[in-house]
């Protein structure tokens, strides 16, 4: 079995336009990564503390 990266990066659609013509990429993370044993984590950004949820059935809550 082989051990594959838990976060990557993939290029976006290479249609949109960016300043240089450069492909945008994006960073693959996996939510287990994030949350480890946690129902809940603080990401700071900008000065703000956003909290991400991680609700009964699954899905992903985002507040300010």
């Known amino acids: 079995?082989?051990?594959?990266?838990?976060?990557?990066?993939?290029p976006l659609d290479?249609?949109?336009p960016t300043k240089?013509?450069?492909?945008?990429?994006?960073?693959r993370v996996h939510s287990a990564e994030l949350f480890g044993t946690a129902r809940e984590i603080v990401i700071e950004h900008a000065g703000d503390e956003?909290?991400?949820?991680?609700?009964?059935?699954?899905?992903?809550?985002?507040t300010k």
């Open 20 to 27: 240089r013509d450069t492909p945008i990429l994006r960073q």
């Open 14 to 16: 290479t249609a949109l």
């Open 1 to 10: 079995m082989s051990k594959q990266p838990l976060s990557t990066l993939e």
């Open 50 to 62: 956003y909290h991400l949820r991680l609700t009964r059935q699954g899905k992903l809550i985002l």
